[in-house]
DNA sequence: GAAGCTCGGTTGACGTGTCAATCATGCTAA
DNA sequence: TTAGCATGATTGACACGTCAACCGAGCTTC
């Protein structure tokens, strides 16, 4: 491996201009596909990115309920993200939080009727989106590589950086 | 080409299972890059990965100056986001607004030098972790796939949804 | 010259995210 | 028993984004 890459990667300190240029595009061109999934998402439903999230794991879970931390954990969001979340889906009537029976301190959180309706409306508009503006764009050996590239990724980011 | 890429792609509406795991993959996956790359940036200098958007394009100005509008087109913002956040970075001391002297409502971004500086301690380290977080974390050909998924996403996505 | 237009930019309201602090509760140990 | 301590979750302060409304020049245009 000393000589596989050879100056390519040794000793290098800083990104050359091209592998810059690339970073530049890379990030720019997946925050305009994301927050163009979003704008779509709300648009058809009335949920954003986050709200579908929520009501994507409720809707899965046994009983579609799930206490708090759980929930967190699943959809990789932190506590209090989720904390702060959770009392505007209140608000607005698409979910629930009841105290948990069986441990002291934890809530529950309830998928309510009005939230499990919501979240059946979005869903095929939503992976419509989905098709349309990420898979439709990309060559199969292009999708490929696009999954690739993100285990690849998270491969080296590795798990949460020292927690 | 009714045959090419066969039942894959022909009458489809939805994604397949593994297109809707790429896809939630890859958005994961750049999300909690750029987080990282942010998190490295405020550590190293205090700054947002917005506040370095900025200053980097005022450093490039001729004059280290620029007007408001053209900030926001070279930047790719919204004019209202740009202005909500020169107003933070107004309070900190890193840019100054003044009115411009040719165009009669204008108004002109100058580069403060305590703007400057700070642009210039973050450079460094900011280069460093893309290069750590991003680059370093792809083979070459995985690299250029992701300069065409970009491409390829940007062309798609077209300008931006009619306006 | 007053009504209306556009242009450049700001403002307010609100959803979203992070961080640090807080809080109630149950456990453990002096 | 009570002083800590861990756990599960909420709260407040603040940065950030978007959207729609607004505002103050300068232009028309009648």
Known sequence: MAS???????????????????????VETTE??????????QLDSSLSSGDYAVLLALTEAPDQRMRSSALAAHIGWERSRLSHHLGRMERRGLIRREECAT?????????????????????YPHL????????????PDQLRAA?????????????????
């Open 4 to 26: 596989a890459t050879p100056e390519r990667r040794r000793g290098r300190q800083l990104p050359t201009a091209e592998e810059l240029r690339i970073w530049r595009d890379f």
């Open 32 to 41: 305009v596909l994301t927050s163009r999934v979003a704008a779509r998402l």
């Open 103 to 123: 441990v002291p301190r934890g809530a529950e959180v309830h998928l309510t009727p009005s939230g499990a309706e919501a979240f059946a409306q979005a869903t």
């Open 128 to 139: 419509r989106a989905i098709r349309e503006l990420f898979v439709d764009a990309l060559a």
């Open 147 to 163: 999954g690739d590239i993100a285990a690849a990724l998270r491969e080296h980011l590795g798990p949460r950086p020292e927690e």
